[in-house]
Antibody, heavy 119, light 107 residues
Framework: EVQLVESGGGLVQPGGSLRLSCAAS????????MSWVRQAPGKGLEWVAN????????YYVDSAKGRFTISRDNAKNSLFLQMNSLRAEDTAVYYC????????????WGQGTLVTVSS | EIVMTQSPATLSVSPGERATLSCRAS??????LAWYQQKPGQAPRLLIY???TRAAGVPGRFSGSGSGAEFTFTISSLQSEDFAVYYC?????????FGQGTKVEIK
């Protein structure tokens, strides 16, 4: 059974940092593109970032460029999102998701972790 | 950035009836379009990709059509478990973008 389990969310002050993790199991992680997608409370979905299987290429939504860094550890079947300079508008549930193929669509999703940016 | 616009925002349908949802892109996305279902408190679920290909395990009552900038998603006979929010998503260009969602509710 495919499982993606996010952790690391919580309450952080504006300007602060947070590192999200996603533990993957039930599929071969190393050849899979992986992504982060977020959803603000009561709002729609927003793709945030994704990363190639070998980590050589990373893509970000404009609002995340320069502040967020996606990374992975294939030896530990883990995906990460380092978030710096957090803003109130980053408040959302952050989902880890597996790309069905080449960074296009997502066929498996975690349950999400809530990040709240507030003073 | 490609803007995806879904209509209607809310669709009221009786169980057993047909539901038709629309998604329009601000420019052509070819057939690079997916549909997701999301129920309250749950992660999204991939239903359709490449505009018309059902994902693994998705029932045949769900279908998608269209290409270019106009797409349609159809549920042929609504079941109780189908009442949810549906999102379209383009993957023709970066950034990947979603529509704002259509809520399918019980009439």
């Amino acid at each position: 059974e495919v499982q993606l389990v996010e952790s690391g969310g919580g309450l952080v002050q504006p300007g602060g940092s947070l590192r999200l993790s996603c533990a993957a199991s039930g599929f071969t992680f190393s050849p899979s593109w992986m992504s982060w997608v977020r959803q603000a409370p009561g709002k729609g979905l927003e793709w945030v970032a994704n990363i190639r299987p070998d980590g050589s290429d990373k893509y970000y939504v404009d609002s995340a460029k320069g502040r967020f860094t996606i990374s992975r550890d294939n030896a530990k079947n883990s995906l990460f999102l380092q978030m710096n300079s957090l803003r109130a508008e980053d408040t959302a549930v952050y989902y880890c998701a597996r790309d069905l193929y080449s960074g296009r669509v997502w066929d498996y999703w975690g349950q999400g972790t809530l990040v709240t940016v507030s003073s | 950035e490609i803007v995806m616009t879904q209509s209607p925002a809310t669709l009221s349908v009786s169980p057993g009836e047909r539901a038709t949802l629309s998604c329009r892109a601000s420019q052509s996305v070819n057939s690079n379009l997916a549909w997701y279902q999301q129920k309250p408190g749950q992660a999204p679920r991939l239903l359709i990709y490449d505009a018309s290909t059902r994902a693994a395990g998705v029932p045949g009552r769900f279908s998608g059509s269209g290409s270019g900038a106009e797409f349609t998603f159809t549920i042929s006979s609504l079941q109780s478990e189908d009442f949810a929010v549906y999102y379209c998503q383009q993957y023709d260009s970066w950034p990947r973008t979603f529509g704002q969602g259509t809520k399918v509710e019980i009439k």
